[in-house]
């Protein structure tokens, strides 16, 4: 599903003297249909820049990272044109990330639905999946139709997985899913990823907790 | 095997809406506007971010042919005719692009409006420049044009100049947008509003452009704006493109000394 292949990232800091920083050096890695790789390392090791070459929201200045697209061809992230990322990003990558970005007016229904709209799913069908998604994440009726400013953390970062989930992506990216979530919460979100990948997709998280990266992962990459 | 690899070269062989190539401008031996290229594709919204005085404006009135380019070209693949070139495209042809298949959102709107007549009229006015002659039904594409915009029926009948500015630039929206227009292009059109009318007006403007799979242009040196609107970026400096993409990856990994001074300067509240 995914191939990584060398991929090194190294950050130029025009304003502060050129200074270079060398966050990932010849890192390369696989991980099939249906797997979940765990990335490890203390922080600062380069696990949040990997995920996010992964999404294409950074440039790699070499390596490959190679995905297959719904149709069968393979494309390479790297090189690969805005609008071919921001095609990817709506069939075939998904991302949690560790903190909603919040839109002011937009209410956490319409966060939660907006995945499937882009898809050309029909409102009352995206506001249905929407709302039993957000109720098996508990999440409050009485929230939905709010905007999630002023959720506590754990919620925003519910409505957050709740927008991750609510369309299949071959490949999910998760950066810290259940940082601030409770134990019953968590064990919610561990049932919505082993369920993804029943259903064939492939994940890559980032996971503090050992029990839920114990509980997902197949394999364990680790950085320094 | 992996040396083997094939990947895809392109999205499908769509062809883009508009195509700009090596647009100049200069007034005298400045140059407001140098070796500018770039693609715009239907349904797609690219921001155009920049100091004052980098040539955003001058851009976007270069493109909209308010401003004859020294060189370059900008080709136009409208609906009905062939590809069109826009510069040096004679005064009917531009000004029939630009009530029918074209919307242009000034900074000001009182540029953009005529303040002396009523909201419905102005609003009216673009669809009887189009062809539009049944008084009721104009009349009924008006009230419903102002609701989408978020102002009350009620004001049809009053003039803009009774307006507030935000309900002035949502109305220069409306005006534009009532012909449902394929491209519009904006300049600033946030600009001078405080944040509570900002944010209504983005919120509706996010929902118009993806319910009317509209193309657009937004020149804004607003970053969050450019953000939340714009599928693509082109950072402008003194007059040329320094870095274009993908928004969030122009945003988040700037690759250009002069893209990483502007998105490291933004305070965050």
Partial sequence: MLSVKNITKCFTLHQ????????????????????????????????????????????????????????????NLVTASPRQIIKVRQYTIGYVSQFLRLIPRVTCLSVVMEPLLQRGVSDEDAEGRAAALLARLNIPSNLWTLAPSTFSGGEQQRVNIARGFIASYPLLLLDEPTASLDAENREVVIKLM????TAGSSLVGIFHDPQVRDAVADQVLTLS | ???????????????????????????????????????????????????SGSGKTTLLRLLCAGLQADTGSIVYRSEAADPVEI??????????????????????????????????????????AVGARHYGNIRDQASTWLDQVEIDRQRIDDAPQYFSGGMQQRLQIAR??????????????????????????????????????????????DLAVARLLSHRLLVMYRGTVVEQGLTDQVLDDPQHPYSQLLVSSVLSP
């Fill in chain 1, 194 to 197: 082993l369920e993804a990948k």
């Fill in chain 2, 87 to 128: 510069c040096g495209l004679n005064e009917a042809k531009r000004r029939q692009l630009l009530r029918s298949e074209w919307g242009y959102v000034q900074q000001n709107p009182r540029n953009g409006l005529r303040m002396g007549v009523s909201a419905g009229a102005n609003i009216g006015e673009r669809l009887m």
């Fill in chain 1, 16 to 75: 502060q003297g050129g200074t270079q920083i060398k966050a990932l050096d010849a890192v390369s890695f696989r991980v099939k249909k249906g797997e979940c790789l765990a990335l490890q390392g203390p922080s600062g090791s380069g696990k949040s820049t990997l995920m996010r070459l992964l999404y294409g929201n950074y440039k790699a200045q070499t390596g490959t990272v190679a995905i297959v697209l719904p149709s069968g061809q393979l494309l």
């Fill in chain 2, 1 to 51: 095997m992996a040396q083997h690899i094939m990947f895809v070269a392109e999205v499908a062989q769509e062809k883009p809406l508009l195509q700009v190539r090596q647009l100049s401008k200069s007034y005298g031996v400045n140059k407001a506007c140098y070796d500018i290229s770039f693609d715009l594709y239907e349904g797609e919204v690219l921001g155009i971010v920049g100091e």
């Fill in chain 2, 176 to 221: 534009n947008l009532v012909t449902q227009p394929r491209l519009i292009l904006m300049d600033e059109p946030t600009g001078g509003l405080d944040v509570s009318v900002q944010a209504r007006l983005l919120d509706m403007l996010r929902g118009l452009v993806s319910q009317l799979r509209l193309s657009a242009i937004v020149v804004t040196h």
